[in-house]
């Protein structure tokens, strides 16, 4: 990712600003001794991850027109939704119910970029295609 984006991370402001909470609430965790199970349950939003490091990969293969790049895809979108929004979803309510101030701001902007995310991925591998298909029949 960093190639493509001429290896200036401020090409990637979105990745830069997620991963930097990552790593502040990773140090949180480590230096308080508190919340481990918390950032566990956080970590399940990487299950997203996969698929969209794996749409990213065929995308760089010019693999966008195969079976394998639509199923990734909407095994994306949809990972997308369950595990990225849900957990966003009840890291809100446990981290406000449990005075967790650090996961419950910086939550919020992780919850902006998800959805961020998903309108890009919905954008660009639903309707553009869809557009290309409209194309192609004329």
Known sequence: MLRSNGFNPLNMKEMMVHHSIMIGGGLTVMLDKVYGNFTLYALTMEVNSIFLHGRALLQMCNKRETAA???????????????????????????????FFYGY?????????????????VCRDLLESTKAIEKKSE
Not at 112 to 120: A, E, G, P, S
Request: proline share 0%; aromatic share 10%; charged share 10%.
């Open 105 to 121: 701001a910086m939550n919020t902007i992780i919850t902006f970029l998800n959805l961020k995310l998903l309108y890009t991925c």
């Open 69 to 99: 790049f639509k199923m990734v895809s909407m095994l994306n979108l949809l990972t997308n939704v369950t595990h990225r929004l849900s957990v966003n979803y009840r890291i809100h309510n446990w981290a406000g119910s449990n005075g």
